[in-house]
């Protein structure tokens, strides 16, 4: 499981320690740690063991832990896999607090939720790389694993479909 799951950390030791490790000091620090706890509504957690957390709290911790500092790149693999509906909001909204200017990279089997966070979008199947692109048309994303593909060009959008 993640990091924020094994130790004894409550909720704001873990973001300031993650801060520190990114470069933050002294009221920057408290500052993020603040920014985290409100996005995350988790002020009246803040003094909780990470370990003693919801799933879903736990989930929204790391997606906040590797956010915090604001890296160049940030890869989340599946950060909403387990989360309730309400919670699922909160991390779309951290997500997007955090996306401006820095790549974010997200694994996800989810279609929506790939077109909520993604400026561009791939899709691959079997190891293999079948559709990408900044816009994918619904008939596109229907039909993806078609080998007859090719690239297209569709209004704003732009995708590349790829051959087997």
């Known amino acids: 499981m993640s990091y924020g799951s094994r130790t004894v950390f409550t909720v704001k030791q873990h973001l300031m ?4 490790i990114r470069g933050l000091h002294g009221d920057d620090i408290e500052r993020a740690c603040d920014e985290a706890l409100n996005l995350l509504h988790m002020h009246e957690k ?13 989930r929204l911790l790391n ?14 693999d599946e950060p909403t896999v387990g989360i ?3 919670n699922r909001r909160q991390c779309y909204d951290l997500i997007l607090k955090y ?3 820095r790549t974010i990279i997200i694994t996800t089997q989810h279609m929506h939720e790939a077109e909520i966070l993604g400026d ?17 048309p619904e008939e596109t994303i229907l039909h993806w694993l078609d080998p007859q593909h090719c690239v297209e060009e569709n209004g704003n959008c732009s995708f590349t479909t790829y051959n087997e």
């Open 17 to 20: 320690f993650f801060a520190t």
């Open 46 to 58: 803040q003094n909780a063991r990470a370990k003693d957390l919801s799933g879903g709290q736990k």
């Open 120 to 136: 561009r979008i791939a899709i691959m199947t079997n190891g293999k790389l079948r559709v990408a692109g900044s816009c994918l």
């Open 84 to 86: 309730d509906p309400s």
């Open 99 to 101: 996306r401006s200017g």
């Open 63 to 76: 997606v906040a832990l590797a956010c915090i500092g604001n890296p160049d790149v940030i890869v989340l």
